[in-house]
Structure formats: structure tokens, C-alpha cells
């Protein structure tokens, strides 16, 4: 079974400053990973993936993240935050094979702007 | 167009009632899951539906049920409601079936309060 680990629950960052918001996982298979973020009484809305291919993915709004196979991680970082960044981030993972398992989330990491 | 919704938005219940949420998925996507968001929280798979099979099932009980209807639009309904159910009821619709990537586009959700 697949499981997901956000290591920090909370993340307080300076404006302009920038983040990693960590996430490791573990499954026996090949994965699919993904960042979402959610705002204040909002759905959650897709940041980046990572399918297959490079290792290095860049999603929406500065967001990039890494793939390291070795290290089980799919780290999200930003060189600059904004006071917009402020919201819950969950990593995810898919194990693919038509959805049937549907996405496992990790617990989130709220990520705080200190002006 | 119009992205994911869900209905009601707000709904309070008491202990052994029935709930009933309603979702839209996004026009042309034939899959439809639903996720249960508990405050604090990453959202937890509940059920996949696709052309109106269920394709998937998280580890829920049997109190929790849902079906496609011939428009892609889905129901989940919940019985003997307990304190325990009070989440944000997420939707998520995405185009594909087989293949799948897990990439999905979420509702607001429905927010369950049960008393």
C-alpha cells in the first residue's frame, strides 16, 4: 500500500523568502506524484505533477518540485513567497492503474507568510 | 466552463439521519471520486466511479454509497450518520479511465456538520 509523509505541519516564512515544503512516500510500485494546494474554504487545485521524464517539474505560480526515486521525495520549493502563498499544501501519490486506489494525500502543510 | 460543483455547500444533520451530496463534473470528464476531508486532515479516497461503474473503494463502511448517473453527474449518500462523518465532502472529476494518471479537478466540497 502506498503511503505519504509531509514532514513539517506547519511552515512559517518571511515574504520574499524562500520555501521547501517536504514530502516523502513509499509504495512498491512505479508512482505518480502530485502537489495541490488549498485555499481558505476552497477545493484543492493542482500545483505541479510529476508522471514520468524529468525529474525536475515546474507547476503554476513559481512552484517547482523534485523527483528523487532514491530519497522516496517529491519536495515542493519556491525561490520567493508572496502573502498569497498562504494556504494548506498536500503532496499525493497515485499508483495509477485505472484509479482504482484513487489518490493517497499526505496530512498537509500549512504554509504561513509573515509579512 | 464551469469547473466541478458540489451541492449543498453547508448541511447540518443529527446522529442516524441520511445525507445526500450532489456533484457536476466538469463537461466532457466521464470520472467522478469522492474524498472525505476531516478538519486537520489530508482528503482520504472514498469511492471512483467511471461511465457509471464503480472502479474504486477506499476504506469506508458500508453506510457510505454513491452512484454515476447516465450524465456523469454523481450522488454519495451516507446513512446512520455519525459525529465522526462531520468533514468536507470533496468531489473531483477527470477525464480519463484506464491510463489514468490520478490527476483530478476538484469542487469547493460540501461541508457535513452532524450533531
Known amino acids: 500500500a502506498q503511503s505519504v509523509t509531509q514532514l513539517d505541519s506547519q511552515v512559517p516564512v518571511f515574504e520574499e523568502a524562500p520555501v521547501e515544503l517536504r514530502c516523502n512516500y513509499s509504495?512498491?510500485?512505479?508512482?505518480?506524484l502530485f502537489w495541490y494546494v488549498q485555499y481558505p474554504n476552497q477545493g484543492l487545485q493542482l500545483l505541479l505533477k510529476?508522471?514520468?521524464?524529468?525529474?525536475l517539474v515546474k507547476g503554476i505560480n513559481g512552484f517547482e518540485a523534485e523527483f528523487n526515486k532514491s530519497q522516496t521525495s517529491f519536495h515542493l520549493r519556491k525561490p520567493s513567497v508572496h502573502i498569497s502563498d498562504t494556504a494548506e499544501y498536500f503532496c499525493?501519490?497515485?499508483?495509477?492503474?485505472?484509479?482504482?486506489?484513487?489518490?493517497?494525500f499526505g496530512k498537509g502543510t500549512h504554509l504561513i507568510i509573515q509579512p | 466552463d464551469a469547473g466541478v460543483t458540489q451541492s449543498p455547500t453547508h448541511l447540518i444533520k443529527t446522529r442516524g439521519q441520511h445525507v445526500t451530496l450532489r456533484c457536476s463534473p466538469i463537461?466532457?470528464?466521464?470520472?467522478v471520486s469522492w474524498y472525505q476531508q476531516v478538519l486537520g486532515q489530508g482528503p482520504q479516497f472514498i469511492f471512483q466511479?467511471?461511465?457509471?461503474?464503480?472502479?474504486g473503494r477506499g476504506n469506508f463502511p458500508d453506510r457510505f454509497s454513491a452512484r454515476q448517473f447516465p450524465n456523469y453527474s454523481s450522488e454519495l449518500n451516507v446513512n446512520a450518520l455519525l459525529l465522526g462523518d462531520s468533514a468536507l465532502y470533496l468531489c473531483?472529476?477527470?477525464?480519463?479511465?484506464?491510463?489514468?494518471?490520478?490527476?483530478?479537478?476538484f469542487g469547493e466540497g460540501s461541508r457535513l456538520t452532524v450533531l
Open positions: 466511479y467511471y461511465e457509471k461503474e464503480e472502479r
Open positions: 510529476y508522471l514520468s521524464g524529468s525529474t
Open positions: 463537461s466532457g470528464h466521464k470520472s
Open positions: 499525493a501519490v497515485s499508483e495509477g492503474g485505472g484509479g482504482a486506489d484513487g489518490l493517497t
Open positions: 473531483a472529476s477527470s477525464r480519463l479511465g484506464t491510463g489514468y494518471t490520478g490527476e483530478l479537478f
Open positions: 509504495s512498491s510500485v512505479s508512482v505518480y
